[in-house]
Structure formats: structure tokens, C-alpha cells
């Protein structure tokens, strides 16, 4: 937009608005407000924004606000830290983890098959998650519970809650079909809860409709212009804007696809676990003998082929429909899914509970095939997902993005990893508690067979991959310490410092060099990625050519090698089940402490902006709510006060600011000055999810509304420059990098050392007074008020302050 026409479009007669935003962590409306007295003017007890008390009739008295905006407060954190069945959200990581790798593809324009072909790739590593999932609930639950210890004696005597499905009781259950179909109620009922808690979070984010507004004559929409769902468009110089990917009415309204997609992860769950039982069953009536005719068992196997097929084509069918607010839910796939999958579970439920008077369960159930084609099915899909993104990244690349165009992939294995070393935690950690002194998988002295023999390689690798991560931070602390050492000269002569004390140039110094290292964490998850692929074929591929745990395996060898293969499997066996304790350990501490909570609650700020796009029990996008409620928020305000308004965003917050920004209809937005601080928008976002915020969508944004301006420091390890301007004869929009501290010693205005602030308290800075000043004036000038004005008149809140809005 010229600047000239900006600014005709900002002369006001209205009113001024600051609307603050908090970062992560989130900070009440008195500490944002710089006041005590505050009042809720719309929203409800998970996110509003408030006032002071003293401007909540701003509009209807302009005279008595003249020197500075209305300053309000969106707080949003209840959002992700509200209540402490939150902490369990833990527990959903992997999910969380992929569903990230779904937004982290590379830009692109066009493509729009290759685009689409990135996110079902990734769509159904999230279905092999939930399968991995359930498959780890049926280990546990089928094979090391019921089959393995409830068929041993000497296991069973120890356990005396198994008494009533212990083989020597000769009971009813006793027999091995009818004790899987008792034991199967366990991951069945995981599975229910997953679908509860979608289907509850899906109502309360996906469901609420959110607000339109009609766009005027001549400001023309991605799907008028003709772009794709998945593709990104951008308008050429002096043509009507196009809105990018986040601006789209349809981006945070999820509502038809989680729903298609919760349905179909519902009925893999329980089709996962109709396997573990049906197939069991069906392999003893085809030996010879059973009084089960062999055909019950094709027929419940044949059903459930046919029923999975079904599954990953409802998965592969749909993606996300962003060009309008799509308010339909296919019942047809919503409804019969998984009430075809449950019934088929029945079935095989009643198939297994047949009376079999002479099976006996004897060794394992025979899951190691199942666990290794997972993991084989995982590593495949993580590699041909390589290949689309890099295929992608190749036709426009762009600098700045994460690991070539790959941090896709490298998340998706890392949330197969993560996957892997929770369940196989658990199955590990079970079957050591029902073992007692013995070693499940290591033959003599154990009193059950154990989990398959593929958890434990898995388990060893993990201390391998470990030391493979030692040198390359050995390396990034080293060159930290160098870099510190010689940025402290610079930072004397930046402070003018006659008399340096060396102690205060070291802390500032270290503070700026350990902040450069968040610009290093794409190299480290690129290596830990792609190391984790490679052992997992290692462990497959061992756990396959010998059959037998590590430690068995390197029987015979040289006593080195079977002194590692011993310790690396009993290290990466309490590794993995320390892991799991830890999980459980804080999720329980966050529902009993509010500052734990609030801590983990910091994850999810970060990790569930992004909507669930590939898997369904991700833990809820918090910015389906939030955006929505800035949008209308700012639309609200500019069309009935005709007034100027500055959103100002620290950190996460600053996300959020710019999305809803994206979201305003074209008048609104021409009223609209955007400060950001603390901004993670590229530094994080532009270079992880460069689709979405790469250098053209960031350069929209710019344009688009009235002006920008961005605040960073060198000691923030968070916030940065968002390295764009706006051209020749323009504004640019980053100003920094900011003094921090803002005295280097002490002096007779600051008798006490300044802190060093890092990420926190921007609004300390000078700086931020005069940059938002700066903005206002920019927006346009406000015209005096007249005696006897109306409510419309003009003028802003007699506070000088903008409040605090770092979280």
C-alpha cells in the first residue's frame, strides 16, 4: 500500500487502542495493565481482554483521554496452563510432535500435488503412531499380563489380583482366548478416551464458528484468485492483495477434518486391538484339532483388512479445506467408522471367547512382526516425506529455511522416536515389575518370555545415540565460550566504558553468546534425526537376523563387545523406563502445582499453536480460539469507533498479534500498526514453517497493514529481527539490536547493577515508548475534539504507560 494512501485510510475521529498480547507463560491483566483495578470487558474465564477500571467508558468520554491509547489486555494462557487434567497433554507428545512436521513443509507456489502428497505422507505417520499406541496397550495388557504371566504359574502365584484368569485355577477364564478377551477391555478403553477427549476439546476449539467479515469491492481472496488449499499465493506488484496461507477464512476452522480424522484413528485403535485377539485365535483354529471352524477366523480377518483399508483411505481422501469456512461433518465416515471397527472388535472378542478346552499358552504372542513392520512402515514413510519436502524446498528455495527444507522430516522422526521409547518404555518397565528379580529376554532365571525382542534393540540404541550427540555439544560449548570471549571488546566499546569491569562484561557477553545458540538447534535435531533413523534400522535389522535380545546376541563374540551389548541394554532399559517415569512424575506434580502447570503449559504454547491437521489426539490449537477472538476484537473496534488501533505482541503473543492481523478484512487492516518484541515470528517461525512464515508471507504482512515495527536484543534467545523492509524511501521494520542491560555499571541515575533482561520486560527500554509513539504518529494524526462532541469524538487514555505484556 503507498504511503500516501495509508495515510488518508488512517485519518481517524475515533478513538485509539492498544490491544497487548502476552507471550508464553502468560501474566495476568494487572501486571499487563499496570494496575490492580481491572475489568473483564468481553470474553469468559479461559481468555478475555480487559481494562482499567477507569477506562472501561473510554469511548463515551474521549476528553478525558488525550495523552496516550487505551491501553487493553487479551489474556489467553488459560488457554494451554488452565486446569490440571492439562498435564496429561504430556502423555499426547508424539502427536503433538508430528502434527508439527505437517506445517513445517517448504514453500512453494503451485506444486499443488506434490504439496498435498507432503501432508498425506505425514497424516498417516500419525496413524501409525495411534496403531503403535494401541499396539504397546495390547503388549502389555494381552501379551505380558494375560497371555504370559496369567499362563505361568510361577508368575501368576506372585500376582494374586490375576487369580481369577490364572491358568492353574481352571476357572472360566482360565482358558487363553477368554483371558485376551477380558484383557482387551484395557487398550479398548484407552482408545475410548482418546476419542472422548477429541471429540470434548473438538467441540470447544474446532466447533465454534468464527466470526466473517465481508470483504469490500476490489480486495480479492485466495480462492477468488484461484489458489489451492495447500498453495500460497502472492500478488504482484500493484494487484489486489492476495491473502497468505494464515489469512484465509477457513485456517482456524478445523471442524470437518479432525473430525474425519479422529474417526479414522478411532477405528485403527480399535481395529489395532480386534488384531492382537482375533488373530490369535484364528492362528490356533487353523492348527489341527480345534473345535473353532477355521473359517470364523477368515471371515474376522478379512473384515479387518477390509475395514483398515477403508481407515488409511479416509486418511489419505481429505486435507485441509482453508479457502471458506467448510461447516459440514461426514457422518457417514464420522459415524460407521468406528462403529464398524468396534463392532468387528466384538466379533473377534466372541471368536477368541469360543471354548478352546485344550489351548494352552505357552512362549509370547507372536507381536514382534507387527512391532518391526511399524517400525519398517515408519522409516519408509520418513524417508519418502525426505524426498517430497526436499523436492519441494528444490523449486523455490529459500534461504532461511530449516535444514534445507527438511525440518519435516527430522520432527516426524522424531516423533516416531519419541513414540518408540514411550511404549517401549512401558512394555519394558512392566515386564521387569511382573518378572521380580528375573530379566525378561535373557532366558534363564526369568520367569516370563518377555516383550518382543525388538523393544529391547531399540532400548539399546538410545545410549548409543546418546554419546553420538556428545561432540557436537562438546563443540557448540566451546565455540560459546569463544564467541563470548570475543564479543566482550565489543561490548565495552558499545557502552563507552573508560574503567570495564571484566566480571560485568563476561555476564553480558556469555548472555549474547548463550542466546546464539538457539540459531544451532536445527544442526543438533538434524543429526539426532537422522542418527535415530539409522540405528532404527540397526535394531530392526539385529533384532531380526538373530532373534534374541543384544545381550544373547553377542554370546560368543569377544568379551568387549559382549560387555556393550550388556550395558547398552541395561542402560537403554532404565533410560527408557526413566523416560516414562519422568512423564508420569510431571504430569502428576503439574495437577498438584500451579507453577508446574504454567511450565508445561510454556510446551504447549510453543507446540499447539499450529492446528491438528495430521492427528486428531494432538493436544487442542489453542489459536483456533485465540486468533478468532483478536480478529473480531480489532474488527469490532475499528468499524464502530472509526478509531486507530496498535496491537502489540511480545513473544508468543506477537504469533498470535500477526495472525490475527492476517485475518482482518482490508479496512480494518489500514487502521491497524503492528508492534512486535521478543518476536519469535522468524527466527522460529520463519525458518521451521517457512510456508507459512517465510520471507513473502512476512513481506504480505508488512504491506498490508498500516505500519510495523519490531523490537529485539541480542541476549534474547527468542526473539530477532524479522529482516524485511519495506523498500526504498520506506520504513523499516526492526529496530535493534536493543541495550541489554541498559547501563553497563553503576552510575548516580542506576546506584544498583541493571539486570540483564534477556527475553522479559521490553517495555523497560525507552526505546518502546518511543517506537510506539512512533506508530501512532504514523497512523495518522488525531483530529482535536470540539466542545459538545459525541461518543464518537476523539482522544486516547490518559496513561502514559502501555502496561507489561511479556508472559
Known amino acids: 500500500m503507498p504511503p500516501a494512501s495509508r495515510a488518508e485510510a488512517a485519518q481517524s475521529s475515533g478513538p485509539t487502542l492498544e490491544l497487548l498480547v502476552h507471550g508464553v507463560g502468560g501474566t495476568t491483566p494487572q501486571e499487563m495493565l499496570g494496575d490492580p483495578r481491572t475489568t473483564r ?22 476528553g478525558r483521554h488525550r495523552d496516550g491509547p487505551v491501553a487493553e489486555a487479551y489474556c489467553w494462557s488459560n488457554l494451554t496452563s488452565g486446569n490440571g487434567s492439562r498435564a496429561l497433554w504430556l502423555l499426547l507428545l508424539p502427536f503433538m510432535v508430528v502434527n508439527l512436521a505437517h506445517w513445517m513443509r517448504p ?107 465481508e470483504e469490500p469491492a476490489g480486495t480479492e481472496t485466495d480462492a477468488e484468485a484461484g489458489a489451492d488449499e495447500d498453495t500460497e499465493a502472492a500478488a504482484p506488484t500493484g494487484a489486489p492483495l492476495v491473502r497468505p496461507a494464515l489469512g484465509r477464512p477457513g485456517f482456524w476452522y478445523g471442524r470437518r477434518l479432525v473430525a474425519r480424522l479422529r474417526a ?44 483398515g483399508l477403508v481407515t488409511v483411505t479416509v486418511v489419505c481422501h481429505r486435507g485441509r479445506s482453508e479457502r471458506r469456512l467448510d461447516n459440514r461433518v461426514d457422518r457417514a465416515v464420522t459415524t460407521f467408522l468406528p462403529g464398524a471397527a468396534l463392532a468387528l472388535l466384538l466379533c473377534a472378542v466372541v471368536h477368541a471367547g469360543w471354548s478352546r478346552p485344550d489351548w494352552v499358552s505357552t512362549g509370547a504372542l507372536p507381536g514382534e512382526t507387527a512391532f518391526r513392520a511399524l517400525a519398517l512402515c515408519q522409516g519408509l514413510l520418513v524417508v519418502v516425506l525426505a524426498a517430497v519436502a526436499l523436492s519441494l524446498y528444490r523449486r523455490a528455495p529459500e534461504a532461511r529455511t530449516t535444514l534445507g527444507g527438511l525440518g519435516g522430516p527430522a520432527v516426524a522422526m522424531l516423533a516416531c522416536a519419541l513414540g518408540g521409547v514411550m511404549t517401549g518404555g512401558i512394555a519394558q518397565r512392566v515386564a521387569d515389575w511382573l518378572d521380580g528379580p528375573g530379566t525378561p529376554g535373557m532366558g534363564a532365571g526369568a520367569d516370563i518370555e518377555g516383550p518382543p525382542v525388538l523393544l529391547s534393540w531399540q532400548a539399546s540404541v538410545i545410549p548409543v545415540l546418546l554419546l553420538l550427540l556428545v561432540p557436537p555439544v562438546l563443540w557448540l560449548a566451546v565455540r560459546t ?67 534374541e535380545v543384544p545381550g544373547l546376541a553377542a554370546d560368543g563374540t569377544a568379551p568387549v563387545v559382549e560387555s556393550l551389548a550388556e550395558t547398552a541394554q541395561s542402560t537403554g532399559s ?70 486507530r488501533l496498535v496491537i502489540s505482541g511480545h513473544s508468543q503473543g506477537s504469533v498470535l498479534a500477526a495472525a490475527a492481523v492476517w485475518q482482518l478484512p482490508d479496512p480494518a ?3 491497524v500498526a503492528l508492534l512486535t518484541y521478543g518476536s519469535p515470528i522468524e527466527r522460529l517461525y520463519g525458518r521451521w514453517f517457512p510456508a507459512y512464515f517465510g520471507r513473502v508471507p512476512l513481506e504480505g504482512l508488512q504491506r498490508s497493514v498500516h ?83 459525541d461518543a464518537e469524538g476523539r482522544g486516547g487514555v490518559a496513561q502514559g504507560s502501555a502496561g507489561r505484556s511479556s508472559g
Request: contains cysteine.
Open 574 to 643: 532404565w533410560l527408557t523406563g526413566f523416560g516414562v517415569i519422568l512423564f508420569v512424575t510431571w504430569g502428576r506434580r503439574a495437577y498438584r502445582d500451579v507453577s508446574a502447570r504454567r511450565t508445561i503449559g510454556i510446551l504447549w504454547d510453543v507446540g499447539t499453536f499450529w492446528p491438528r491437521a495430521a492427528h486428531p489426539f494432538a493436544p487442542p490449537c489453542y489459536a483456533e480460539r485465540a486468533v478468532p477472538d483478536l480478529s473480531s476484537r480489532m474488527c469490532a473496534w475499528t468499524g464502530s469507533t472509526r478509531g
Open 264 to 307: 479414522a484413528h478411532t477405528a485403527a485403535g480399535f481395529l489395532t486391538v480386534a488384531a492382537a485377539v482375533g488373530t490369535t485365535a484364528a492362528r490356533h483354529d487353523r492348527a489341527a484339532g480345534s473345535p473353532v471352524p477355521a473359517v470364523a477366523g477368515h471371515l474376522v480377518e478379512a473384515g479387518l483388512v477390509l475395514c
Open 481 to 547: 565460550v569463544r564467541r563470548a570471549r570475543r564479543t566482550g571488546p565489543a561490548i565495552e566499546a558499545e557502552y563507552g566504558e573508560e574503567h570495564p569491569q571484566p566480571g560485568r562484561t563476561r555476564q553480558i557477553a556469555r548472555t549474547r553468546a548463550t542466546a546464539a545458540l538457539t540459531d544451532a538447534a536445527p544442526g543438533i535435531l538434524g543429526l539426532l534425526s537422522a542418527a535415530t533413523l539409522l540405528l532404527g534400522i540397526g535394531a530392526v535389522a539385529g533384532s531380526w537376523l538373530t532373534g
Open 107 to 213: 514453500s512453494t507456489r503451485g506444486h499443488v500435488r506434490t504439496v498435498r502428497l507432503y501432508g498425506v505422507l505425514v497424516r498417516l505417520v500419525a496413524l501409525s503412531l495411534t496403531v503403535l499406541l494401541t499396539a504397546a496397550a495390547c503388549e502389555v495388557a494381552l501379551d505380558l499380563v494375560a497371555w504370559q504371566c496369567a499362563g505361568t504359574p510361577a508368575c501368576s502365584t506372585q500376582r494374586s489380583w490375576l487369580g481369577f484368569l490364572s491358568a492353574r485355577q481352571d476357572g472360566w477364564f482360565a482358558q487363553p482366548g477368554r483371558r485376551l478377551a477380558v484383557a482387551a477391555l484395557v487398550p479398548t478403553a484407552l482408545v475410548g478416551l482418546l476419542w472422548y477427549l477429541s471429540n470434548r476439546t473438538w467441540s470447544a476449539y474446532e466447533s465454534q464458528r468464527p466470526l466473517t467479515w
Open 707 to 789: 505500519c510495523w515495527r519490531n523490537l529485539w536484543r541480542a541476549t534474547d534467545p527468542i526473539g530477532g529481527p524479522v529482516l524485511i523492509d519495506e523498500g526504498p524511501g520506506g520504513h523499516e521494520v526492526d529496530r535493534g539490536p536493543l541495550k541489554d542491560p541498559l547501563v553497563y555499571g553503576r552510575t548516580v541515575e542506576h546506584p544498583l547493577p541493571e539486570p540483564v533482561l534477556g527475553h522479559s520486560d521490553y517495555q523497560a527500554d525507552p526505546v518502546f515508548a518511543v517506537e510506539r509513539a512512533a506508530l501512532l504518529e504514523r497512523l495518522g494524526p488525531v483530529v482535536p475534539q470540539q466542545a459538545g462532541g
Open 41 to 62: 470487558i468481553t470474553g469468559d474465564a479461559t481468555a478475555a481482554v480487559y481494562r482499567r477500571t477507569e477506562d472501561v467508558g473510554a469511548e463515551q468520554h474521549p
Open 669 to 671: 487492516r489500514r487502521r
